[in-house]
T-cell receptor
Framework: GAGVSQSPSNKVTEKGKDVELRCDPISGHTALYWYRQSLGQGLEFLIYFQGNSAPDKSGLPSDRFSAERTGGSVSTLTIQRTQQEDSAVYLC????????????FGEGSWLTVV | GNSVTQMEGPVTLSEEAFLTINCTYTATGYPSLFWYVQYPGEGLQLLLKATKADDKGSNKGFEATYRKETTSFHLEKGSVQVSDSAVYFCALKPGSNDYKLSFGAGTTVTVRA
C-alpha cells in the first residue's frame, strides 16, 4: 500500500504477557518513528530510527520496551511483561530524510492490557 | 530544547463560525512547522505545513502563517463545518540534524450544527 501500515490494529493482552507491534513504513523512507498516545493525552515520542540504527531512543519508558528495524524497512516495537499503564495507541510514522519533509503516520495499534 | 505550546481546549463552535487555534514554539535554528488533524476514530493526518518564515500553509479552508518574529503558527478557518470536529495538533521539526517531531498537547474542536 501507499501509506504506513501497522499491525495488529487492535490487541488485547493479559498483564505480564509480551506483545510485538509491527510497522511497515512507506517505501524509500529512511526515517521511522514510534509514538504513543494514551487516552486523553498528547503524543509521546518513543524512538527514532535512521536506517537500521536508532540515534534517539530517549522516549522509551522503561527497559521493558525495545524496538528494532531491519533492512531499513520494517520495524517491531516489543513490550515485555505488559502492565495496565501500557494501554495506549502506538503510532508509527515515517519520512524521507530532510528537515522540511512531512512525517506520515499509520493508523496505529490499539493496545489494551487487562 | 524544542517545544510547542498549543491553546488548551476543548473548543466548541457553531457551524460557520471562525476558528483560531493558537500555537507558539521554542526552537533553535529554522524549524519546519506542521498542523496535524485526528478525526474521531482515525489516525493522524497532515493538514498543512510551512518550512520557512512567512510561508503560509493552507488546506481544506484552513490556513497558518509561519511567524518567526512572534514564534507562532496559529491555525485559522473562516467558516467551520460539523465535519471539522477533530483534535488538532501543532508540531515542530527542527531544521538541524534532529528530525524528531515535537507535538503540542492537542486541541479538541467540536462544531455544532
Amino acid at each position: 500500500g501507499a501509506g504506513v501500515s501497522q499491525s495488529p490494529s487492535n490487541k488485547v493482552t493479559e498483564k505480564g504477557k509480551d506483545v510485538e507491534l509491527r510497522c511497515d513504513p512507506i517505501s524509500g523512507h529512511t526515517a521511522l518513528y514510534w509514538y504513543r498516545q494514551s487516552l486523553g493525552q498528547g503524543l509521546e515520542f518513543l524512538i527514532y530510527f535512521q536506517g537500521n540504527s536508532a540515534p534517539d531512543k530517549s522516549g522509551l519508558p522503561s527497559d521493558r520496551f525495545s524496538a528494532e528495524r531491519t533492512g531499513g524497512s520494517v520495524s517491531t516495537l516489543t513490550i515485555q511483561r505488559t502492565q495496565q499503564e501500557d494501554s495506549a495507541v502506538y503510532l508509527c510514522a515515517s519520512s524521507p530524510v530532510g528537515a522540511g519533509n512531512t512525517i506520515y503516520f499509520g493508523e496505529g495499534s490499539w493496545l489494551t492490557v487487562v | 530544547g524544542n517545544s510547542v505550546t498549543q491553546m488548551e481546549g476543548p473548543v466548541t463552535l457553531s457551524e460557520e463560525a471562525f476558528l483560531t487555534i493558537n500555537c507558539t514554539y521554542t526552537a533553535t535554528g529554522y524549524p519546519s512547522l506542521f498542523w496535524y488533524v485526528q478525526y474521531p476514530g482515525e489516525g493522524l493526518q497532515l493538514l498543512l505545513k510551512a518550512t520557512k518564515a512567512d510561508d503560509k500553509g493552507s488546506n481544506k479552508g484552513f490556513e497558518a502563517t509561519y511567524r518567526k518574529e512572534t514564534t507562532s503558527f496559529h491555525l485559522e478557518k473562516g467558516s467551520v463545518q460539523v465535519s471539522d470536529s477533530a483534535v488538532y495538533f501543532c508540531a515542530l521539526k527542527p531544521g538541524s540534524n534532529d528530525y524528531k517531531l515535537s507535538f503540542g498537547a492537542g486541541t479538541t474542536v467540536t462544531v455544532r450544527a
